[in-house]
């Protein structure tokens, strides 16, 4: 079967200039359900001044990760997002240089590190949501995300950040802004600008402290980074150390914080689910340790559930180096197009009921997510998938297991949900939870 010319593909048009950027903005989820339904599984996107090609069905998906740098680049897709703002990180590095880059890194994630990191994680975790009131309510986006910085405080630069905190805080959320800025001009007053200025006061924060690390070795990310050579003993300059920190860190403090955000929400939503992970919570203990992970099966349901129906991205980010097919279509070089994992997670074809909340879809027997390879990735896939989603899926269910342990959570009646892209989903209004305290166990 001849492969569909790119000329020939449906696509949609917006308003003048923006396209669908501001109807994105408001609904990212609803408008990519609708374009699809209208348009088909594959359709060209007007999003302000980019057109993408947006594949939804898991096979093109497939072939999107399958495509290792021979005619696909991530770092092209990437740059109109993060080059002002995050250019050194390792999805903005195609090819050899990408290669090199995460084999150095990949010991920082290595089991032992995970196992070290869980530690860490349950021992810091109880002081941090002392933080949150004991009864009344919470907004989960700024508790979320105060404290997934202060973790990311001690894994990856095993600091005390104390005063420093709310600083930090504030100049991630606007890098993250800026990274979901659909306005891409960095004009005195924009998101972007503000985003800029950002970055250059957490380098200046990192930048003295790369040479006190090299001097005295540290187990912290960081420290990792700063030592780390590959087999010729190359190693990371400061510009990359600081660059591959600054990547990272965000990644742990901004997409995980949205992910326990959204899983919150589901839980909220769902008692009897909240429930369950609570009780296994209490039978396991105040901490959730590493050789005990498979004793909480309902906290690993519903965090693979939150992240199908909310992924950390919605959409993957790919452009045409040469001219090639992916998925049934001819593609010219130059041509920026997109993985929708968001679609792929909720596509019919694959998943039943899709948008429902229904953690035990990934359970034995019914298995959804192994109906096809390409139908739930939540981290990407191929050379560039996440290289630190074990790390975010263990945080997930360990901070999990620790705020079941201490209250049950709701929302006022009648809440609606409000997202923005952020650059995952992120509730407009903070997410007020509703926490009760249970009554101490005799």
């Keep these: 079967m001849n492969p569909t010319r790119y000329e020939d593909l449906p696509r949609t048009r917006g308003l003048p200039l923006v396209g669908h950027s501001l109807a994105w903005m408001r609904d990212p989820i609803g408008l990519p359900q609708r374009l699809q339904r209208e348009l088909g599984d594959v359709f060209v996107h007007h999003l302000g001044t980019s057109h993408p090609v947006v594949f939804a069905h898991p096979d093109a998906i497939g072939d ?23 250019p050194g990180g390792l999805l903005l590095r195609d090819h050899d240089d990408h290669r090199h880059h995460r084999a150095v890194m990949q010991s920082a994630f290595a089991p032992a590190a995970l196992r070290e990191h869980v530690r860490v994680m349950n021992e810091r975790l109880p002081a941090s949501l002392d933080a949150w009131p004991r009864r009344g309510r919470v907004s989960a986006v700024d508790g979320f995300r105060r404290l997934t910085l202060d973790l990311a405080g001690a894994l990856f630069l095993g600091a005390e950040l104390g005063p420093e905190l709310d600083a930090l805080t ?95 929400y589901q839980l909220a939503r769902d008692p009897a689910w909240q429930s369950r992970v609570r009780d296994e919570a209490l039978a396991l203990g105040e901490v959730l340790p590493w050789d005990r992970m498979h004793e909480s ?146």
Excluded at 300 to 311: I, K
Aim: charged fraction near 20%; aromatic fraction near 8%; hydrophobic fraction near 45%.
């Design 64 to 86: 999107l990760f399958a495509d290792e740098g021979g005619a696909l680049s991530t770092a092209a897709g990437w740059r109109p997002f993060f080059g002002r703002l995050l």
């Design 297 to 442: 099966p309902s906290g690993e349901l519903v965090a693979q559930e939150s992240l199908r129906l909310h992924p950390p991205v919605g959409s993957v980010p790919r452009t045409t180096l040469r001219p090639c097919v992916i998925g049934g279509v001819a593609l010219p070089a130059g041509v920026p197009v997109r993985a929708s994992i968001l679609l792929a997670q909720r596509h019919r074809a694959v998943w039943s009921d899709p948008d429902r909340f229904d953690p035990l879809r990934f359970a034995e027997p019914r298995a959804e997510h192994r109906r096809h390879r390409h139908a739930y990735r939540p981290f990407g896939g191929g050379a560039h998938a996440c290289l630190g989603m074990r790390f975010a899926m263990l945080q997930i269910r360990v901070v999990l297991h620790h705020v079941v342990r201490r209250w049950r959570f709701g929302l006022a009646p009648g809440y609606a949900l409000t997202l923005r892209p952020t650059p995952g989903f992120r509730p407009a209004d903070g997410l007020p939870l509703e926490l009760s305290p249970l009554a101490p166990r005799p």
């Design 170 to 264: 504030h100049d991630f959320e606007t890098l993250a802004a800026g990274v979901a800025a659909v306005l891409p001009v960095a004009a005195p007053g924009t998101a972007l600008r503000r985003a800029i200025e950002a970055r250059e006061r957490l380098v200046a924060y990192l930048r003295p402290r790369v040479a006190a690390r090299r001097a005295s070795p540290t187990p912290d990310l960081f420290g990792r980074l700063c030592e780390a050579a590959d087999e010729h003993g190359r190693r990371f300059t400061d510009d990359e150390v600081i660059d591959h920190t600054l990547f990272l860190w965000m990644a742990a403090h901004d997409t995980t914080a949205g992910s326990l955000v959204m899983t919150a």
